[in-house]
């Protein structure tokens, strides 16, 4: 490598360190200046002042350099070839016409879904789950990761419980068991936080070499259209966060996505970070996938105008097209272009033209495994820097390249396939994404809360839409207000995953029976059989039995069950009380519900007078 550059009068800094330096690390600095980043090093001191800032500046670069697929030099030839891109003003979606994708739709609880369910259930045993943790949760504004927050405050089951329970559930339903693998992938953010959550809770009963923690790093952000990279100060590189779909590289660098096809799984599901039913759809979504023979299938919901969250269309541009997410921020100016001139309006059933994302995919190995490689992971990267001249030379603020889960279909040719299956809303989504105060708004604009209390309530609905859909009666409470926030608070169910995987299971196991408006429910354990039984008020009835442990639960139970408290003003002030409650605006108590606990396996027979 030739090393001229060195007798340059500004990089004397530079020189006075050269000596001290590894051939590895001559070579770096010396492709970094082939590559038009002298800036990093041209207001260098001589040896000797702020050595520790410079080296931890070089450790940064070496980092970056070892975490992209093409090194710190391919990340900015990367950012240089799309910075020209944005900066010709050059629209993705130019000359494309949305359509309505071919979508499956698994919105009924009825006989198909039933098949759905029993066809994806036989391949549990060929299934991975990889979820994305790596988000801070900003618009959240919680203190710690979001995998940690009960998604609901009677048992106050975390979000990572209750993904690793319906894993421990769909293993305990395979022909012949095994540990089915759970990638998640974090952050410097989350890393931390989520190990510390696994292992204090002993993976939640999951084996430690099932679970793969998988790091996203920070790119560096870039300062102008020739790519130079972003210093923070004299000696920081500036950092920013480079997207979930972060997650596709990572599988691939790791070589994670090879063993996992190499030890026979056909399909990872990916699901986001708090969304606690999300595994009520995931047996049909893998029996429509199946069905279908599609490479990649987005789970979708009726979208509601304006939300923050991608429509699904098939972009139709000449003789080619292509089923695809267009982000939040894109759809409206697309749609005003093209099918719609008033933009993101409702439809006459009151939703968005295109079916929403809800970024939970079902993808085929065998395509993934094969683009990962041809892509080393780069899946579809972009960027989106904010100018502040019209010829588009100046960034109002350094820009990144960023990249998302669901834009993996860009990569596809046309022997792959892509699928939407639409699910009722509540059924599979309801996410905690919203600080209260944000969440009153959307609420008022007529979107969804996304909050704490308003994905417990949804929780709630989607245990009581199993119940209905097994025959029994449940009412409705009326809706309540809490914190500004409205949502319906009961009846609570609380089917676990132990106890119903599939909505088969529940009609199996429930004949009858029915529910009153403020009572609780909760059955964990899969030998459980509720025959005719009814809550009346505000009762409560907890079972949970080992497996072999066969419980006929019967008859009318009356008890004070469990109360909805809000928390007082002092409380809400109060730093003691758990962010996770103060976050809801209540809390639950037990007042006298009836609970029942199995812990051998046998045979037993529940009714109210057992209490
Ligand atoms: N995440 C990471 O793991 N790493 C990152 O760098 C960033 C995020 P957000 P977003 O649910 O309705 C998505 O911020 O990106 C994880 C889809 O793009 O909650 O605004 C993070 O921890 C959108 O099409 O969502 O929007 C979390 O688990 C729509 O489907 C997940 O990525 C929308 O979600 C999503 O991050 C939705």
Not at 335 to 363: K, M, Q, Y
Not at 405 to 424: I, S, Y
Not at 479 to 491: D, K, L, S, T, Y
Request: proline letters at 4%.
């Amino acid at each position: 490598m030739n090393f001229d550059f060195l007798e340059r009068v500004e990089l004397a800094g530079l020189k006075s360190h050269w000596v001290d330096w590894s051939e590895e690390r001559r070579a770096l600095v010396g492709r970094l200046m082939l590559a038009g980043q002298g800036h990093l090093f041209s207001d260098w001191e001589l040896r000797g002042a702020s050595d520790g800032a410079k080296e931890a500046l070089l450790l940064e670069v070496v980092g970056v350099d070892q975490h992209y697929p093409g090194g710190v030099c391919g990340y900015v030839e990367n950012s240089r070839r799309l910075l020209e891109v944005a900066r010709s003003g050059e629209n993705p979606f130019e000359g494309c016409i949305p359509q309505q994708p071919n979508r499956v739709d698994v919105r009924a609880l009825d006989g198909f879904y039933d098949r759905m369910e029993a066809l994806g259930a036989r391949q549990f045993a060929k299934l991975g789950v990889v979820m994305v943790a790596g988000g801070l949760g900003e618009r959240l504004g919680f203190n710690g990761i979001k995998v940690d927050i009960p998604v609901e405050s009677i048992g106050g089951t975390l979000y990572l419980k209750q993904y690793a329970d319906a894993i421990l559930a769909m293993e305990a339903r395979m022909e012949v068991r095994r540990p089915m693998p759970f990638v998640i992938m974090v952050s410097a953010d989350t890393d931390g936080a989520t190990r510390a959550s696994l292992e204090g809770n002993g993976y939640f009963g999951l084996r430690a070499s099932q679970v793969h923690v998988l790091r996203q790093e920070l790119v560096p952000a870039v300062a102008d259209n020739a790519g130079r990279l972003a210093l923070g100060d004299r000696y920081e590189l500036l950092m920013k966060p480079h997207g979930h779909g972060d997650i596709h590289m990572l599988l691939h660098t790791s070589g994670l996505a090879r063993r996992l096809a190499d030890a026979g799984i056909e399909h990872l599901v990916f699901i986001q970070d708090t969304n606690g039913q999300v595994f009520n759809a995931v047996p049909a979504a893998l029996g429509v996938a199946g069905d279908e023979g599609v490479d990649f299938m987005s789970l979708a919901v009726n979208r509601i105008p304006g939300e923050a969250g991608g429509g699904l269309a098939t972009l139709v541009r000449g003789e080619s097209a292509l089923t695809l997410n267009v982000e939040y921020n894109q759809l409206d100016p697309l749609l005003r272009a093209t099918v719609s001139p008033e933009g993101d309006v409702p439809n006459e059933e009151g939703f968005s033209i295109f079916p929403g994302n809800i970024n939970v995919l079902v993808i085929g190995m065998g395509a993934y495994v094969r683009i990962l490689e041809e892509t080393r992971g780069i899946i579809a990267e972009f960027v989106n820097p904010k100018y502040a001249d019209a010829e588009r030379r100046v960034f109002k603020k350094p820009t990144r390249l960023e990249t998302m889960m669901q834009d993996l279909p860009k990569l596809f040719t046309a022997e792959q396939r892509v699928g939407v299956a639409v699910f009722d809303r509540v059924w599979c989504f309801s996410a905690n994404k919203n600080r209260v105060a944000d969440a009153v708004a959307k609420q008022l604009a007529g979107g969804p809360a996304e909050s704490a209390a308003t994905a417990e309530a949804d929780f709630y609905e989607a245990g009581r839409m199993r119940l209905r859909a097994a025959g029994m009666e449940v009412e409705d409470a009326a809706a309540v207000r809490v914190q500004g926030i409205e949502f319906v608070p009961g009846p609570r169910v609380l089917l676990r995953p132990s106890f119903a995987m599939r909505l088969s299971e529940v009609r199996e196991r429930v004949q009858g029976g029915a529910m009153a408006d403020e009572a609780t429910l909760i059955l964990d354990g899969p030998d459980i059989r509720l025959e005719q039984v009814e809550l009346r008020g505000c009762s409560g009835l907890v079972i949970s039995a080992v497996p072999g442990a066969v419980v006929t639960v019967r008859g009318r139970f009356e008890n004070a069950g469990f109360e909805r408290v809000l928390l007082s003003g002092a409380e809400m002030a109060d730093a003691s009380v758990p962010e996770t409650v103060r976050m809801r605006g209540f809390r639950m108590v037990d007042r006298g519900a009836a609970v029942f606990r199995f812990d051998e396996p046998g045979s037993y027979v529940v009714t109210p007078e057992c209490g």
